[in-house]
Structures are given as C-alpha cells and as structure tokens.
C-alpha cells in the first residue's frame, strides 16, 4: 500500500486558521406596532357584513288554471239540485238518478287532466253522497209511512165492519149496525166586514151511540144557482155520538152566487165500534154574549168525563135568530181539557155584530 502523501503546511507568515467553532446566529427583532399607538379594527359602530352567498330565488307565481271548467259546473249543479230532490217525498225516489250522474261526472272532472275546477268537482263528489244518504232515508220512511197508512186503513176497515153479535138466544133483529152521519142543519152567507168572504154552518149528527167516526174527512162545497161548485172546505174531525157543528169560511167564491150547500162525510164503513159507557162525552153550558160595533163575543165553559185529559178541544158556536134559523157560527179551542170534569172557560169571537134576542148554541169536539 503506498504512503500517503506528506502534509501540506502554510508557509511561514500565513495565520492559522480559527478553532474556535462559528456559534448559532443572532435571533432577528420582531418589528411590531409603535409602542402606544391603536389598533386597526372594525369601526366602533359599525354593521358586520356576512360574507357573500347566494340566496334562494323567489317562487315563480303560478299560472292561472286555464282548463274548462264545464264538467266541474254541472256536477255541482246536479248536486245540488238532486239534495234539494232528496228532501221532497215522492220526488226523492228519482233524487238518486240525479245524484249518481253528479257523481260520475265529479268524478270525470276530477280525474280528467283536461279539465279544472276541481274544487267545484271535490263539493259536488260530498254533496251527492250525504244527497244519495238522505235519500235512501226518505224514501225508506215514505215506505214506512205508506205502509203504515194502509195498516191503518186495514184495521179501520175490518173494525167497522165489526157488529155486535146477537147472544144465541135474541133474535136476529136486536144486531147493532153503524148509520151514516145525518146532516141536520145548515146555513151561510156574506161577511158584513168582507162582502166576498162567506161563512157557513153545517148542523150534523151520529146517530150511533156506540161507534164514532176517528178523524173523519168532511167536505163543504159551496153550490152556485147553475150547479157549479164554487168553493171548498174541507175539515177532520173526531165525531162522537150525538150533535155536533161545522163552521169555516169559503174565501174563493169571486163574484158568483151561493145558492146552497153540499156536505160530503163519513159512511157508516168509517165508524168505529167505541161503547158510550166508554168513550166518554162533552158538556157545555154558561153562554153569555156581549156585542160592540165590531163584533160579538160569547163565552161559556166546557167540561168532560174522558180517560185521559183531552188537548186542543174545539168549540163551535152557533147563533140563530128569534125565528130558529142560523144567522152565524164561530169557533175557538181550549188548551187541555182535565179528565176529572173540571170546567175550563172559552171564548168565541163572531166578527159581525148579532142582533138582540139572538139564541146561541154550542158544540165541542175533538
């Protein structure tokens, strides 16, 4: 292995070099603010911005529904009109017709995207389901009244048709069979007060002591001299044994003439098989009149030996002149009528004053 080469040395006069290793440089100053003087920041006072965004845009507005609104429009109608149809007995037996075109054609309008009103479309869909409810309830209780109408007649048919059966031992002639009513008396003529207004009275009686007639249909017709039939008046009543009296008014006679009455009652297929002993009877007494210019007032009391108390008792009055005939009638009601023979007052009200020597008359009936 070969020497290594001699070290070099400086020449003579030349410094060494240091030894002294270099140490780690100065830490350079920090330059900052002058000492005492502010600071720059957001002016006292001042509004903080947030930093810039994009906001949501606004919602366009919406177009106006431009689709027909045809469907929409009848459904509603017939909806409507079909509720009104539900309503009305008898007619609501064709309210479901119309009720189901209104709800098939909501319901084309609704589905339809062709066509608008669909608010229209959505009330005319409910309208024709409470509209088919309450007519499917109608027409059930127009069957049930029906029925019940003719179970009524049934029953009223079969009981007049009753008699009181002979005992083996009578003859066949003692049977008791109903009589038709009996009209009696009668009479009108012209308000004083209101010459086109007429009045009438109508005398009757039932003959039969133990049937009655139960709301009975009775007909007034006012007769013109060629036979026309001018006016009518129809009343219901409740007849029992004995008289009994019919007033009211005729208000469609115009210019003709009443020559005469036409009363059309009850047969004896309507009465009703109610024994004397138990169906009770009406007494009236007390009658007194007073007249003014205007009018004249009876009053009078009346009393009953019913079962139960009796509501809406009605009185007639009938007055006639010296010679016997009927110059007028009047009626009132009384509210209830006690069962125990209590006298209860009324008062009746003829609007023509009666002349003196006038003879009243009065009748009650249910």
Sequence with gaps: MPAAPPAYAPPAGYPTAPTTPYGAPPAAPVYGAAPGAPGYGVAPGAPGYPPAGYG???????????????????????????????????????AGLVLLAAFIIALIALISKKQGGTGMSITALILSVVGGIISVVMIALSFLWIGGAVLNDAIQDEIAQETIAPEDDEPADDVTTAQDIVITDGSFGRYEFDPETWWYVVMFENPNQDYIFDFASIDVEAIGADGTILDTSN???VILSGEAALVGDFYEVGAGEIVDLNVIGPTAADAILSPFAETGEFTLGDLAATSDDFSTTVTGTVSGDFEEDQELVQITVVARDTSGQIIGGAWTYVDRLPSDGTKVQFEATFWDPLPEGTVFEAFASL
Excluded at 60 to 67: E, S, Y
Excluded at 80 to 94: E, L
Aim: hydrophobic share 55%; charged share 15%.
């Design 235 to 237: 009343e219901y009543r």
């Design 56 to 94: 949501v845009p606004p919602a366009p507005p919406k177009a106006p529904d431009t689709r027909p609104k045809t469907l929409a429009i009848i459904a509603l109608i017939l909806a409507i009109v079909g509720v009104v149809m539900a309503f009305i007995p008898f007619v609501n037996w064709i």
